[in-house]
Structures are given as C-alpha cells and as structure tokens.
C-alpha cells in the first residue's frame, strides 16, 4: 500500500514569515513528487514538481527532496494571506497515477 | 495551456438516476484522464485511470458497473454514475496529463454530485 502522509494542520503563520510544509511517503521507488494548492470547494492546482534531490525554487515557494529520507517538503516565503488553503503533496510512482496525502491546511493571517 | 474543462460544474440528482459527467482537455490532447472522487475534508481518491478507445482501470473497491467511463477521444472522456444513491454524493474531478509534460497531471474544475 502506498502512503503519502501530510500532518493536517492548521498550520497558521503571519503574514510575511515563511510556512513549512512537510510530506513523507512510503514506496522508495517513488519518481517524482509535487505539491498542489487547494482552496475550499475547488480543484486542485499544480504549484511544483521536484523529481530530482535537493532544493529547487519557483518564485516564493521552494520544494525540498530528500529520497534517502522518503521526505519531500514546500517553504513559502513572504505568506500572503491569498496562501491560506490546503496543499497536497502527490507522488507519482510510476504509470502515470498520482497518490495524494491528505494535505495540511495553510492559515496565513494578515 | 493546459487547460482541462468539467460539465457540468453541479448536479442535483434523484437516488436511482444516472448522471453524466464530461471532462475535456480543451488546448492539448490527453494522453491519459484520471477520475478522482473527494468525499469532505479527505483527499482525492483515484477512482479509475483511463486512454483514449481503451477501457478504464479501475482501482480497487471502486465499482466498474457502477461508474461507467467513456474515453472517446484524445480529449474528451466521460463518468457516469448509474443508479446513484445519497452514498454518491461527492465532489468528482478529472485531470488528464500531456505528453509534452509527462507525470504532471491538469485538473479539471470539479463536478458537485448531490444525490437526493
């Protein structure tokens, strides 16, 4: 059984301070990994993707991946109170499918 | 770019009837769709994966004669829910990946299934 496991929050931050996101997941054989933005009632919406070890930085957000420590994570620096919503970290360990954790909510408060 | 389109957005729908739902990729074409269901406050669950003139797979406990899919061409895949009961009522979302980008997969808006 893959798992893909998110501490649900809330996880509430000032605005302006940086909002850690954490994720772990269970097949070691897992290839790629990101990190989707969902707000209330709406889909789910592509933030990043990391596939390989190390940092990689998009604008605010900064996904970190460390394949030894099945740990993937997502920094958002300068939080906005437009950030607030639920990020799910998905998996992708092969054949195209993705596994979702149940994602951690993100309260940005101005 | 990479744009997926669900209709209808909300339905409403007597316990017994059927209900159709249409995922498109409007500005690409799919390699592959995916259905996922999310119940509230829990994350998506994948129902079945799905290419274009082949038929679905289905994950495990997800009834196939239940959710009937339909992938009739490189853009247009369809779920229906037969004989839905109140249980049904969720929040169904297609994504589709590209093969310009693979492993990355676009989502639809999401479809708000109420079974009364």
């Known amino acids: 059984q893959k798992e893909v496991e998110q501490n649900s929050g809330p996880l509430s931050v000032p605005e302006g301070a940086i909002a850690s996101l954490n994720c772990t997941y269970s097949?070691?054989?897992?290839?790629?990994f990101f990190w989707y933005r969902q707000y209330s009632g709406k889909s789910p919406e592509l933030i990043m993707f990391?596939?390989?070890?190390g940092d990689k930085e998009d604008g605010r957000f900064t996904a970190q991946l460390n394949k030894a420590s099945q740990y993937v994570s997502l920094l958002i620096r300068d939080s906005q109170p437009s950030d607030s919503a639920t990020y799910l970290c998905?998996?992708?360990?092969?054949?195209?499918?993705?596994?979702f954790g149940k994602g951690t909510m993100l309260l940005v408060s101005p | 770019g990479a744009v997926v389109s669900q209709h209808p957005s909300w339905v409403i729908c007597k316990s017994g009837t059927s209900v159709k739902i249409e995922c498109r990729s409007l500005?690409?074409?799919?390699?592959?769709m995916f259905w996922y269901r999310q119940f509230p406050k829990q994350s998506l669950m994948l129902m079945a994966t799905?290419?274009?003139?082949?038929?679905?797979?289905?994950e495990q406990g997800v009834e196939k004669d239940k959710f009937l899919i339909n992938h009739a061409s490189l853009t247009l895949s369809t779920l229906t829910v037969t004989s839905a009961h109140p249980e049904d009522s969720s929040f169904y979302i297609c994504?589709?990946?590209?093969?310009?980008?693979?492993?990355?997969?676009?989502f639809g808006p999401g479809t708000r299934l109420t079974v009364t």
């Open positions: 994504s589709a990946d590209w093969e310009s980008r693979p492993n990355e997969q676009y």
């Open positions: 097949d070691r054989g897992s290839q790629s």
């Open positions: 990391i596939y390989s070890n």
């Open positions: 998905a998996v992708n360990s092969g054949y195209s499918t993705l596994t």
């Open positions: 500005d690409f074409q799919a390699t592959t």
């Open positions: 799905s290419n274009e003139g082949s038929k679905a797979t289905y």
